[in-house]
């Protein structure tokens, strides 16, 4: 079965050139400033799920920087916002649908992780944006890329960083973490929240994020910092900003980050 489209047209356009208008355009704002960081031996991504208008400067940094690896096998990981579950779902999905065409699903992945651990799948939960707005971008940068999605509701950190320790010791496999960070306060406060959450990554903090990190996919980036620790990778911010910076509302702000992790 295709995973299909649910969110196009209000998180992300439904045309793909629509898309690459929004892709052009945070490239070339980034590139009047900045030059990508060469970052060798990507492993794992952690990017927002915003809608484009908001955060998809931010993602579009970290896609550019994962599209110099040799990376094609990717597991997107998401936190579910629409209904509550149990444990991680994964699905046996044939493809992935998206305006610039279906990406195929990884079966190498798929029926290694399903060999290796029991999960079951709640389709309803794959209906989600955190992981779907993450397609168009993984498309648009590795157009012969294969994917997985999990989406995890009441989960465990250390259950699922060891499927994460998994994906990373097979060769051309990588991790994409999908999380926005402090939702609905002042600028100033979710400058100072979001601070702790920076810190916590850069610096692969497990414990820091305990200290006042709000974020809505705060298991996923937990579990990817335990399997960062573990496995001894780097870690590198790409971007920070909240939503005042697209709106102009410093009332009422969401933040995002990207990062890559690192051999």
């Given at each position: 079965?295709?995973?299909?489209?649910?969110?196009?047209?209000?998180?992300?356009?439904?045309?793909?050139?629509?898309?690459?208008?929004?892709?052009?355009?945070?490239?070339?704002?980034?590139?009047?400033?900045?030059?990508?960081?060469?970052?060798k031996k990507i492993k794992a991504l952690i990017v927002p799920?915003?809608?484009?208008?908001?955060?998809?400067?931010?993602?579009?940094?970290a896609y550019r920087i994962l599209q110099k690896s040799k990376?094609?096998?990717?597991?997107?990981?998401?936190?579910?916002?629409?209904?509550?579950?149990?444990?991680?779902?994964?699905?046996?999905?044939?493809?992935?649908?998206?305006?610039?065409?279906?990406?195929?699903?990884?079966?190498?992945?798929?029926?290694?992780?399903?060999?290796?651990?029991?999960?079951?799948?709640?389709?309803?939960?794959?209906?989600?944006?955190?992981?779907?707005?993450?397609?168009?971008?993984?498309?648009?940068?590795?157009?012969?890329?294969?994917?997985?999605?999990?989406?995890?509701?009441?989960?465990?950190?250390?259950?699922?960083?060891?499927?994460?320790?998994?994906?990373?010791?097979?060769?051309?496999?990588?991790?994409?973490?999908?999380?926005?960070?402090?939702?609905?306060?002042?600028?100033?406060?979710?400058?100072?929240?979001?601070?702790?959450?920076?810190?916590?990554?850069?610096?692969?903090?497990?414990?820091?994020?305990?200290?006042?990190?709000?974020?809505?996919?705060?298991?996923?980036?937990?579990?990817?910092?335990?399997?960062?620790?573990?496995?001894?990778?780097?870690?590198?911010?790409?971007?920070?900003?909240?939503?005042?910076?697209?709106?102009?509302?410093?009332?009422?702000?969401?933040?995002?980050?990207?990062?890559?992790?690192?051999?």
């Amino acid at each position: 079965m295709k995973r299909k489209m649910s969110v196009e047209g209000s998180f992300y356009p439904a045309r793909a050139v629509e898309i690459e208008r929004y892709f052009e355009h945070f490239s070339a704002v980034y590139d009047e400033e900045k030059t990508l960081p060469a970052v060798k031996k990507i492993k794992a991504l952690i990017v927002p799920h915003a809608g484009y208008i908001y955060s998809g400067y931010t993602a579009n940094i970290a896609y550019r920087i994962l599209q110099k690896s040799k990376i094609k096998k990717l597991v997107v990981i998401g936190p579910s916002h629409k209904m509550a579950f149990e444990g991680v779902s994964l699905c046996g999905f044939s493809s992935y649908e998206t305006p610039f065409g279906d990406i195929g699903s990884s079966n190498f992945l798929l029926q290694k992780i399903k060999e290796q651990f029991s999960l079951s799948c709640t389709s309803q939960a794959h209906m989600e944006h955190s992981t779907e707005v993450q397609f168009p971008f993984i498309k648009h940068y590795i157009e012969d890329a294969e994917i997985i999605e999990l989406v995890y509701s009441y989960a465990d950190a250390e259950s699922l960083s060891k499927i994460i320790d998994f994906v990373l010791k097979e060769e051309d496999c990588g991790v994409i973490i999908s999380t926005d960070l402090s939702h609905f306060h002042t600028l100033s406060n979710a400058v100072r929240l979001d601070n702790i959450c920076l810190e916590a990554i850069e610096n692969i903090e497990i414990k820091k994020l305990q200290k006042g990190c709000e974020a809505c996919g705060i298991l996923g980036v937990e579990a990817l910092l335990l399997s960062a620790k573990r496995l001894g990778l780097n870690s590198l911010l790409l971007d920070y900003r909240t939503s005042a910076d697209a709106s102009g509302d410093t009332e009422s702000v969401v933040g995002y980050v990207s990062a890559c992790l690192y051999e």
